[in-house]
């Protein structure tokens, strides 16, 4: 049997000790869980790795003298018992002297084999603990973007993420060319299930070295606690996002200053992370954020918007959701919960809702209850100035983070994206009501924002929209190299003067998704 069947269908697994800091992932130590597509590896740790110290001895900065401190006087659970997931072989590897209590994971061949120990995180759900990390990225252009986009692709990667973050693992990924001021920020969602660091290969390392010490620095019952209810990674974004440079406050952090794309490590304050994770006890640790879809985005595929075959969900997890702007629509609105959320000392709740990126004066949050738990959301198009805040690079997404307040301490958040096509360059007419699109352009000219070529089609052409008093649709079609053409929505869709006509956006040799018009919905290019 090849390694890649014996994989598949290994549903049984022995647990494998941990020895000498090398934590093993074989086939006789995983098992198969076929609903997320993951493989369950089942360690046992080693108790000796706490006699260790907990940080490299040759260190001399104050953060590693706290943390010497608490560890001697027994104040600080340390890293016995928490792996170190490396995924790109080495290349930019923490070494093991930097924290020594921490166990390393090595996949035998099998795994090697499958690329299973290689790139974004999720595939992978070990026993314990984990802290990790790939600087690495997809590179090749068109398609080219970080493991962030590749993460929160599409609802399956999306769920194994969420399954992974709230199992007490938590990875670093560079965002390599995705949050740059040249090329913009070009995340179409964001989530809480990685720390994206600002920079290309080995600018991970810091925010490892961050993430290892705020878990080191949790008090033994404090991480006992957090560790058995799933929190780990959610404190360890809280405290990291809480100490950043310039966050001072509560007010601070429910504020985009606390919560950028990408975060770079001149922001990071060692010696606070720990200063405030020694702090927290079992009884104020704040919960995980729970959202829910009470009502979602309305649009109907084929005739809100030319793309009979793509939607505008990219992903819903309690942690994060994410959707795409392809209707016509001027304003876009949608119903959250976070009710599900509790707190895990049984704590009243208080809920904050935070625009993180877009402008406030085209958005409007409204909560439905005292505790604002349930919020209706409504979205008025942004046009690229919009959309770019002052001092960070031009984003194409609306992005509103959710916070659960216990009272003692304020969550890390969830996220509700959604991406808009600023290329399209919209006019709408905002004279009447509803606001009405008049025209859009599906071109990728030179000077517009980003598009991400997964999510948004292109065509040669432009629509004019035409609408009458009793909403019937009208399209005026100018197409690059041939004669122009009127469309007349229907019950059905479009249609042109010859009779139906399919939209549908279907990728190229390379990658990019073409927008395509065809009768019937045949597949031949325009």
Not at 131 to 159: E, F, H, K
Request: no cysteine; hydrophobic share 40%; glycine share 6%.
């Amino acid at each position: 049997m090849g390694a890649s069947n014996q994989l598949l269908q290994q549903e049984k697994s022995q647990a494998a000790p941990i020895r000498d800091g090398i934590a093993p992932v074989a086939a006789a130590n995983t098992r198969r869980l076929p609903l997320l597509g993951q493989w369950f590896v089942d360690l046992e740790p080693d108790p000796g790795r706490a006699a260790l110290p907990v940080v490299d001895p040759s260190r001399t900065d104050p953060a590693a003298g706290q943390l010497r401190r608490l560890q001697a006087t027994g104040a600080a659970a340390g890293l016995a018992g928490v792996l170190y997931d490396n995924r790109d072989r080495g290349h930019s590897l923490l070494p093991p002297e930097s924290f020594p209590q921490l166990s390393q994971t090595r996949y035998d061949d099998s795994f090697q084999k499958e690329f299973l120990d290689h790139g974004a995180a999720g595939k992978i759900h070990f026993a314990l603990p984990v802290l990790g990390n790939s600087s690495t990225a997809y590179t090749r252009p068109p398609m080219d973007r970080s493991l962030a986009r590749i993460v929160l692709a599409d609802q399956a990667n999306a769920m194994r993420a969420q399954d992974l973050y709230a199992a007490n693992h938590l990875y670093v990924y560079p965002e390599h060319r995705d949050h740059d001021a040249d090329l913009g920020d070009r995340l179409f969602a964001m989530a809480p299930f990685f720390i994206l660091s600002q920079g290309s290969s080995y600018s991970d390392r810091p925010f490892l070295a961050a993430a290892a010490s705020i878990l080191a620095a949790l008090r033994p019952e404090t991480r006992e606690f957090a560790e058995a209810r799933g929190l780990i990674a959610p404190t360890i974004q809280m405290i990291l996002h809480r100490t950043l440079a310039g966050v001072r406050s509560d007010a601070d952090y429910l504020s985009p200053a606390a919560h950028p794309t990408a975060i770079d490590k001149t922001a990071l304050r060692p010696s606070a992370m720990i200063t405030l994770a020694n702090s927290l006890t079992g009884e104020t640790l704040p919960p995980m954020v729970r959202l829910r879809v009470v009502r979602d985005l309305q649009a109907r595929p084929g005739s809100d918007y030319l793309a009979a075959n793509l939607g505008e969900r990219v992903f819903t997890t309690p942690s994060a959701i994410g959707r795409v702007w392809r209707a016509f629509d001027y304003t876009r609105s949608i119903s959250l919960d976070a009710s599900a959320t509790l707190d895990p000392n049984g704590r009243s709740l208080t809920f904050h809702w935070v625009v993180l990126s877009g402008d406030p004066e085209h958005i409007r949050i409204t909560p439905q209850d005292d505790r604002a738990a349930r919020v209706d959301i409504e979205i008025d198009w942004h046009d690229p100035s919009s959309t770019q805040a002052p001092t960070a690079p031009r984003t194409t997404r609306v992005e509103i983070a959710a916070f659960a307040d216990n009272g003692a301490h304020v969550s890390a958040p969830a996220y509700f994206s959604i991406a808009l096509p600023i290329f399209q360059n919209r006019e709408y007419d905002l004279s009447g009501q509803p606001a009405r699109l008049r025209a859009l352009n599906y071109g990728n000219d030179p000077g517009d924002p980003y598009l991400d070529p997964a999510i948004w089609p292109t065509a040669p052409w432009t629509d004019h929209l035409s609408w009458s008093a009793d909403g019937e649709l009208r399209i005026a079609r100018q197409r690059t190299g041939e004669p122009d053409l009127t469309l007349v929505r229907g019950a059905g869709g479009f249609s042109a003067p010859e009779g139906p006509l399919v939209h549908q956006a279907l990728p190229e040799q390379t990658g990019p998704l073409q927008l395509h018009a065809d009768p019937d919905g045949r597949h031949e290019n325009q």
